[in-house]
């Protein structure tokens, strides 16, 4: 299954022949280094490492360094492992390089990101709750989040709150993975993908694309 590391460039918008606006996100993906190919033999399961964008070694501890010389390169900021299904063949070695090029006989991607973090929020921002009433009856408590630990919400465990209760707190900055972006184009030359649609996290945020899973 083609993988791919990047970084988000940006959205923008392109015409079709027919004239139609599609709303695109600009990736710039690769070129990646093959820093190790992992195998049942060596480690139980099969699965590559790719590495992207360089950084000085200095800003690296050694054992980043140094596993980034067995491969013949420098080290990378933004590290990643494609884990393949048993019985699968790698395709690469170490020190290969992987590039938008593997992506020519692909039509669909999933892209995996890290989403905007937002800080705190309340219960309604957070998870869609529709506050108290508005008019008469509430006093100072419109936007609040309610019961949160009736005696009987976790029968035989305390009147605690259940876990996974939905309450207020961080909201964003979790790996996000969105599914069957069209890849609309391929520029080989500068290293892009375009595909349709929004893709999680600001500009400049790393990213994965690997081949569609489901379309």
């Known amino acids: 299954m083609p993988m791919i590391l990047g970084k988000k460039v940006g959205m923008t918008r392109i015409y079709d022949a027919s004239g139609k606006m599609i709303p695109v996100t600009v990736i710039q993906a690769g070129p990646c280094s093959v820093l190790q190919v992992k195998t049942v033999e060596s480690d139980g399961y099969t699965a590559v490492q790719l590495g992207y964008d360089d950084i000085k070694p200095a800003r690296r501890k050694r054992p980043a360094v140094g596993h980034a010389r067995g491969a013949g390169t420098v080290p990378k900021r933004f590290v990643r492992e494609m884990r393949l299904p048993a019985g699968a063949e790698p395709g690469c070695r170490i020190g290969d390089s992987v590039t938008v090029a593997s992506f020519a006989d692909i039509k669909f991607v999933d892209i995996i990101g890290t989403n905007k973090g937002k800080g705190f929020a309340g219960p309604m921002k957070r998870h869609g709750f529709g506050g108290f009433p508005a008019s008469h009856g509430t006093e100072r408590k419109h936007r609040a989040p309610g019961s949160q630990a009736g005696t009987a919400s976790n029968a035989g465990r305390s009147g605690g709150a259940k876990k996974g209760k939905r309450m207020g707190g961080q909201m964003g900055n979790v790996r996000v993975t969105t599914r069957n972006h069209p890849l609309v ?6 290293n892009l993908l375009v595909v349709k649609g929004p893709v999680p996290g600001p500009p400049d945020g ?10």
């Open 185 to 190: 184009s391929i520029d080989d030359q500068n």
């Open 206 to 215: 790393y990213c994965i694309v690997r081949c569609s899973k489901k379309a």
